[in-house]
Each structure stands twice: as structure tokens, then as C-alpha cells.
């Protein structure tokens, strides 16, 4: 596929960002959210400020762990499925720091030549990610934020091919973004600014279930980071999708999304997660259970 006017990959992904964006030093002195989430995950990019808020949490909520996970291995399949429907270009919107297998290779062991590019707005991410995927062909990492919509796409643009579809991952991002920053907006705009054909998919912490705990963990972390941790409704989370409704399975916890087997207690996930997406999905991985009811509000 020809470039046009975009860059070759691997050249130009700094201009502009870095002259806007916080310094190292200032960004080490608190808490990461993709730190604290690699430690969840078991991961050994993060420091002690990371853990020691992580273990906290941790003595509030337990189940984050699980959530960690559970989000991760739902990652996994929606990527896999999007990559067998035939999609070849991935916007992953928030990206953290990579994992052992992280997202583009694995869209690239079902779809050889799929081009991923990897935004965030944390310098410490961008410098890791930048080191660890070094040797990775067809995937940038940019700097942008989910909050100005209109330049993330701009930059992602030089890059990718925005006149066809795209795969988008909104995965354990949206709920570190305040109602006062406006994402379902941001979201919208997003939506907008991409082929009809292209695929979202959204994972977003919930306090529907085991309210308490999640609650408290969440704001003890707004207390220690510079972002809040905002739990949403499941109302909440499907406006996200906006006239894109989710394909089968639906709006459901992470760990009920097409899984190889049927879970156990989905809702100590944590998190909803969806994708909606025009073209027809393969079958999935395993039989996907019913929707686990929520309780109703007294």
C-alpha cells in the first residue's frame, strides 16, 4: 500500500509532542496508571511509588489483579478477531507499556503486514515502548493525547491510511478521564474522523459490581495521581459506542467477551468490555455465556 503524503515508519514520531509535554522528572515524582497496571500485571516497568500505591489498592480492592488480567486476555481476543475480519491498521489509544506479547504481534500472527501505531501522552511509556518495540516492523509509537482528538488523529494520519479502516483500542483509558475533560466527546470525534467501516473497542472499569471496594481503590489512586480513576455505569460506557452497537457478546464483563471457556464469576473482572464493528467477526473462541444480570438499584 503506498505511503502518499504520510512518513516512513520509523522517522519524524517527536515533532511537536515533546516540546508539550510533561518532563521525565516531573512525571516520576507521582504515580503512573501504566505503571501501576504493569505491576498488576506482574510486569517490572514501574517504581516504588508505582507499587506501594498498587499494594494499597490492592488491600482495598483485590480483585485488580484479576481485572488487570482478565482485561489483557480480552485484549487479546478482540485483537485477534479484528485482525482474522480482515483489519489491517490498529490505532491503540493509550497503549501503557508493552507486554510479553503485546498487541501487534499479536494481530500480526493472524494478519502478516498489519500496521500498529501506539499513542500515549506519559513520557516514560513513550521512551519504553519506543525501546522495547525498536525492532518491531509496521508499528510507531507517537505521542498525543485521547483529549484533543483532533491532533491525535493528525498525527496518526502520517502513518496510518485514515481513508481505510482502522481498528481502534480504547482499552483501560477512558476511565482516566474526567466527565470535566468531555470523552464521550472526544470519543465521538474520533468516531467521526475514521472510515464507517472501522472497529472500536472499549474496556472500562465499572463500581456495578463489588461497588465498595472499586470505589475506594479508585479514589484512593485519583488522591496520589495526576489523573482520576473514574468507574462508570454500564449506561455510561455503551454511550461510548454512540450509533455503533457492539457485536455479540455485547456490552459485557471482559471476562464473558468470546471466551475459550465459560468464566466464573465474570463480574470480578471489573470491567466492561466491547467492540463494535461492521464487518461480521469469526465464530469465537469458545461458547460465550449470557450476560451476568446486574443487580438492580434499590
Same mark, same amino acid.
Given at each position: 500500500?503506498?505511503?502518499?503524503?504520510?512518513?516512513?515508519?520509523?522517522?519524524?514520531?517527536?515533532?511537536?509532542?515533546?516540546?508539550?509535554?510533561?518532563?521525565?522528572?516531573?512525571?516520576?515524582?507521582?504515580?503512573?496508571?501504566?505503571?501501576?497496571?504493569?505491576?498488576?500485571?506482574?510486569?517490572?516497568?514501574?517504581?516504588?511509588?508505582?507499587?506501594?500505591?498498587?499494594?494499597?489498592? =490492592?488491600? %482495598? $480492592?483485590?480483585?485488580?489483579?484479576?481485572?488487570?488480567?482478565?482485561?489483557?486476555? #480480552? @485484549?487479546?481476543? *478482540?485483537? /485477534?478477531?479484528?485482525?482474522?475480519?480482515?483489519?489491517?491498521?490498529?490505532?491503540?489509544?493509550?497503549?501503557?507499556?508493552?507486554?510479553?506479547?503485546?498487541?501487534?504481534?499479536?494481530?500480526?500472527?493472524?494478519?502478516?503486514?498489519?500496521?500498529?501505531?501506539?499513542?500515549?501522552?506519559?513520557?516514560?511509556?513513550?521512551?519504553?515502548?519506543?525501546?522495547?518495540?525498536?525492532?518491531?516492523?509496521?508499528?510507531?509509537?507517537?505521542?498525543?493525547?485521547?483529549?484533543?482528538?483532533?491532533?491525535?488523529?493528525?498525527?496518526?494520519?502520517?502513518? =496510518?491510511? %485514515? $481513508?481505510?479502516?482502522?481498528?481502534?483500542?480504547?482499552?483501560?483509558?477512558?476511565? #482516566? @478521564?474526567?466527565? *470535566?475533560? /468531555?470523552?464521550?466527546?472526544?470519543?465521538?470525534?474520533?468516531?467521526?474522523?475514521?472510515?464507517?467501516?472501522?472497529?472500536?473497542?472499549?474496556?472500562?472499569?465499572?463500581?456495578?459490581?463489588?461497588?465498595?471496594?472499586?470505589?475506594?481503590?479508585?479514589?484512593?489512586?485519583?488522591?496520589?495521581?495526576?489523573?482520576?480513576?473514574?468507574?462508570?455505569?454500564?449506561?455510561?460506557?455503551?454511550?461510548?459506542?454512540?450509533?455503533?452497537?457492539?457485536?455479540?457478546?455485547?456490552?459485557?464483563?471482559?471476562?464473558?467477551?468470546?471466551?475459550?471457556?465459560?468464566?466464573?464469576?465474570?463480574?470480578?473482572?471489573?470491567?466492561?468490555?466491547?467492540?463494535?464493528?461492521?464487518?461480521?467477526?469469526?465464530?469465537?473462541?469458545?461458547?460465550?455465556?449470557?450476560?451476568?444480570?446486574?443487580?438492580?438499584?434499590?
Amino acid at each position: 500500500m503506498s505511503h502518499g503524503g504520510r512518513r516512513p515508519w520509523g522517522e519524524g514520531f517527536e515533532d511537536g509532542w515533546e516540546e508539550l509535554r510533561p518532563s521525565v522528572a516531573a512525571v516520576q515524582a507521582a504515580p503512573s496508571p501504566a505503571r501501576v497496571y504493569d505491576h498488576l500485571l506482574g510486569g517490572k516497568d514501574h517504581y516504588e511509588n508505582d507499587r506501594a500505591l498498587a499494594e494499597r489498592m =490492592l488491600r %482495598l $480492592q483485590p480483585r485488580l489483579i484479576q481485572a488487570a488480567r482478565q482485561n489483557r486476555r #480480552f @485484549v487479546a481476543r *478482540a485483537v /485477534r478477531s479484528l485482525a482474522r475480519a480482515g483489519y489491517a491498521q490498529f490505532l491503540d489509544i493509550g497503549c501503557g507499556l508493552p507486554t510479553a506479547d503485546d498487541v501487534h504481534r499479536i494481530a500480526v500472527r493472524e494478519r502478516p503486514g498489519v500496521r500498529m501505531v501506539c499513542v500515549d501522552n506519559d513520557p516514560i511509556v513513550l521512551a519504553h515502548a519506543r525501546a522495547l518495540l525498536a525492532g518491531e516492523r509496521n508499528v510507531a509509537v507517537i505521542g498525543a493525547d485521547l483529549r484533543d482528538p483532533g491532533r491525535l488523529l493528525q498525527r496518526a494520519g502520517a502513518l =496510518l491510511d %485514515l $481513508q481505510r479502516p482502522v481498528a481502534v483500542l480504547l482499552t483501560c483509558v477512558l476511565h #482516566f @478521564v474526567p466527565d *470535566a475533560d /468531555r470523552p464521550h466527546e472526544a470519543v465521538a470525534r474520533l468516531r467521526r474522523g475514521l472510515p464507517d467501516d472501522s472497529a472500536l473497542v472499549i474496556t472500562h472499569l465499572t463500581a456495578e459490581a463489588d461497588g465498595a471496594a472499586t470505589t475506594a481503590a479508585a479514589r484512593l489512586f485519583g488522591a496520589e495521581c495526576p489523573c482520576p480513576l473514574v468507574p462508570r455505569t454500564r449506561e455510561e460506557i455503551a454511550a461510548f459506542f454512540g450509533d455503533l452497537p457492539p457485536v455479540e457478546p455485547g456490552l459485557v464483563f471482559t471476562a464473558q467477551w468470546r471466551p475459550a471457556h465459560p468464566p466464573r464469576a465474570p463480574e470480578h473482572a471489573l470491567m466492561y468490555a466491547g467492540v463494535a464493528c461492521p464487518r461480521p467477526l469469526p465464530a469465537p473462541e469458545g461458547r460465550t455465556p449470557s450476560p451476568v444480570p446486574l443487580p438492580r438499584a434499590p
